[in-house]
């Protein structure tokens, strides 16, 4: 989901940033909104868009994609992005969904401890006997599926390690307003609704959940876990706060304010602990219209922001790396002390063809005009044991691409 306010940041330049998003006719604007955006249209199969597209790898790996690198050698047919220690071969929709079921914008992805790749999509809430949350084993081959019950509303999606099990949490928009814990066949663990302890909802927001939104209104977007076993919850689309729970699922406190300055959030999307090797252990926000990353203390004292991004949508890390999909066509690493190791896929013109006629090639239910080695919009992505990324795009056949790491 993309929201109205979001789509005039993502078509102006960044003041005094480090990129710039080119500027488009305001023209185009009227056409948008959060809502036509994410109008349904009939799609193909997965599996043929995913031979056409990789029909048109193969070619334009051979011509070479302005901006990515193809390697040399036996290496030729390969689609590398990236840079340094940190190169990726591009395998775009790899996760190989059978015939019956169909992506609608797939929303959120997360691994497990045996590289099992779980999907979430926001799914047709017409279509409630179909799943929204997919299952693939490490080589993309499909498992299971379950989670009819997110249907037009999937969005978070953590896989969380507790104690020797290994739980998936889900957090539910749009019409649900949820969030669940569940095993990770799919089973119910428990579910909540809207902490009206908090005082800030509008009545029953708890008890009749409706498509409402509005900074009164529940609309979970993710998770981070903390150390003592509770956890933090992002109202990213609702409050524009963050929820502190106990580890035994007892609303705690909040943090965070709808705003502009040091601790307040314009549309606090993601959320992941930052415990990379070397750091007291912190919480990173993807403050996403804001254009800013916002780290706090576990106790939710503002410590850090970190401008420079477009649309940043979600975050998650491997060893010093910190990734941050960015809903404006790019995914950017990283390093240690928070400098950008590279924005993959960054393509200013790029860019530029994925947000004009009103976003329209992010409903092309073929993929036709996308080009290989380049996203449209990722809305989250993760890295698995391993050091590999996928990547979940905000596009209406939804599309789940691997970054097989190389170097
Ligand atoms: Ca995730």
Same mark, same amino acid.
């Given at each position: ?8 940041? %993502? ?45 048109? =790898?193969?070619?334009?790996? =051979? ?52 590289? /099992? ?11 409630? @006997? ?17 989670? /009819? ?56 927001? @708890? ?20 150390? @003592? ?53 912190? $919480?990173? $926000? ?27 949508? /979600? ?13 404006? %066509? ?49 809305? @989250? ?9 996928? $990547? ?16």
């Amino acid at each position: 989901m993309l929201a109205s306010k979001e789509l005039r940041c %993502a078509r102006q330049p960044v003041r005094d940033r480090t990129v710039i998003a080119p500027a488009l006719p305001v023209a185009t604007l009227a056409a948008n909104s959060p809502f036509n955006t994410v109008a349904i249209l009939p799609m193909k199969t997965p599996v043929s868009r995913r031979r056409f597209v990789s029909a048109i =790898a193969t070619a334009t790996a =051979a011509i070479t994609v302005p901006g990515c690198r193809t390697a040399q050698k036996s290496d030729a047919k390969r689609l590398i992005i990236g840079t340094g220690e940190h190169r990726y071969e591009v395998l775009h929709d790899w996760a190989q969904l059978p015939d019956r079921y169909s992506w609608q914008t797939t929303h959120n992805v997360a691994v497990d401890r045996d590289q /099992n790749l779980y999907v979430i999509h926001e799914g047709r809430e017409n279509l409630k @006997d179909h799943p929204s949350i997919f299952v693939f084993d490490r080589k993309g081959r499909f498992i299971r599926a379950f989670g /009819n019950q997110f249907q037009g509303g999937g969005h978070g999606l953590e896989v969380r390690t507790e104690g020797k099990e290994q739980f998936l949490w889900v957090t539910g928009y749009q019409q649900l307003k949820n969030f669940a814990k569940l095993t990770l066949k799919g089973e119910v663990v428990w579910e909540k609704r809207a902490p009206m302890e908090s005082g800030i909802y509008a009545k029953d927001e @708890d008890t009749k959940p409706a498509k409402r939104w509005g900074r009164d209104a529940f609309m979970p977007t993710n998770f981070a876990f903390l150390p @003592d076993g509770g956890f933090f919850l992002a109202d990213g689309y609702g409050a524009h706060r963050v929820h502190r729970y106990d580890r035994n699922g007892r609303w705690v406190s909040l943090f965070g304010a709808p705003g502009t300055g040091p601790g307040q959030f314009n549309l606090p999307h993601g959320i992941w602990l930052d415990d990379r090797p070397g750091r007291t252990p912190s $919480v990173v $926000v993807a403050d996403r219209a804001n254009k800013r990353l916002q780290w706090f203390t576990l106790e939710g004292r503002h410590l850090k922001t970190l401008d420079g991004f477009i649309l940043p949508a /979600n975050l998650d890390s491997h060893k010093d790396v910190l990734l941050v999909p960015d809903l404006s %066509a790019r995914i950017t690493l990283l390093d240690k002390d928070d400098k950008v190791i590279t924005h993959l896929g960054e393509d200013p013109e790029w860019r530029a063809q994925v947000l004009k006629d009103g976003m329209k090639l992010r409903r092309e239910e073929k993929g036709e005009g996308w080009v290989p080695g380049r996203f449209l919009h990722p809305h @989250d992505a993760c890295f698995d044991p391993a050091g590999n990324i996928f $990547v979940a795009e905000w596009v209406n056949t939804g599309r789940i691409t691997k970054l097989r790491k190389v170097s």
